[in-house]
C-alpha cells in the first residue's frame, strides 16, 4: 500500500462487519440524514403537502410545524414528529406520510474513468457504482475497494463484489493494484 493510502485507512473489514453491512443494506430502511430531499403529504392539506431538503443541521422548515429535527430519524418517526408538530390550532387530526425523494449522492474516486458525484439508487453495489463511474482504469485493484461510510472515522478495506452494498453518502476509493 502507497503510504498516502494507509493514512486515513481502518484496514479490511472483517467478515462479521460484511456480513452486518449486507444485513443492514437489504433489511433496514435508512435514517433520514442532511442533504436528502423529503416528499410530505399532508391529505387535504395541499399548501403544506410538498419537497422539502434537510437543512445541514438535519432539520425541515414547514409552513405551520415551523423547524422540525428530521435527521436520525426514521420515515415513521419523523412522519409521527411532524402529526405532533402540526396538531393545534390549526389542524385536528393531520395525516401526515414521509417518503425520501432523493437520497445525498455517494462518491467515487480513484482508479475509475470517471470520479465524482453520483446520485444514490436502492439496490446499488461497489461493481455498480463502479460502472457508473465509467469503469475502472487498468491499474485499479481488481480484488478490492475501500469505502468510508457516512460518519466512520476513515476507509474499511472491502472484497470486489457484487455482494457489498454501497449506501447514501459513502465515499468508495479503488485503489491502484501492484503488479
Known amino acids: 500500500?502507497?503510504?498516502?493510502?494507509?493514512?486515513?485507512?481502518?484496514?479490511?473489514?472483517?467478515?462479521?462487519?460484511?456480513?452486518?453491512?449486507?444485513?443492514?443494506?437489504?433489511?433496514?430502511?435508512?435514517?433520514?440524514?442532511?442533504?436528502?430531499?423529503?416528499?410530505v403529504t399532508v391529505f387535504g392539506e395541499d399548501r403544506l403537502s410538498g419537497e422539502y431538503e434537510i437543512d445541514p443541521g438535519g432539520n425541515v422548515s414547514l409552513p405551520l410545524a415551523g423547524t422540525?429535527?428530521?435527521?436520525?430519524?426514521?420515515?415513521?418517526?419523523?412522519?409521527?414528529?411532524?402529526?405532533?408538530?402540526?396538531?393545534?390550532?390549526?389542524?385536528?387530526?393531520?395525516?401526515?406520510?414521509v417518503e425520501v425523494s432523493s437520497f445525498r449522492p455517494f462518491y467515487i474516486l480513484g482508479e475509475v474513468e470517471k470520479p465524482g458525484e453520483y446520485p444514490f439508487k436502492g439496490g446499488l453495489n461497489v461493481l455498480s457504482a463502479i460502472a457508473l463511474a465509467g469503469g475502472s482504469t487498468y491499474r485499479a485493484s481488481r480484488s478490492d475497494v475501500s469505502i468510508q461510510h457516512s460518519g466512520e472515522a476513515g476507509f474499511k478495506q472491502y472484497p470486489l463484489s457484487p455482494t457489498i452494498p454501497v449506501l447514501p453518502g459513502d465515499l468508495i476509493r479503488v485503489p491502484e493494484r501492484y503488479f
Not at 494507509?6 to 440524514?33: F, H, K, M, R
Not at 430519524?73 to 406520510?97: C, H, I, M, W
Open 68 to 97: 422540525v429535527k428530521a435527521a436520525g430519524l426514521s420515515n415513521k418517526q419523523f412522519e409521527a414528529a411532524l402529526t405532533k408538530a402540526f396538531r393545534g390550532e390549526y389542524l385536528r387530526d393531520p395525516k401526515v406520510t
Open 1 to 39: 500500500m502507497s503510504g498516502c493510502a494507509s493514512v486515513d485507512s481502518l484496514g479490511p473489514a472483517t467478515a462479521t462487519e460484511q456480513e452486518a453491512l449486507i444485513t443492514a443494506a437489504a433489511t433496514t430502511a435508512p435514517d433520514l440524514q442532511p442533504g436528502e430531499k423529503i416528499k
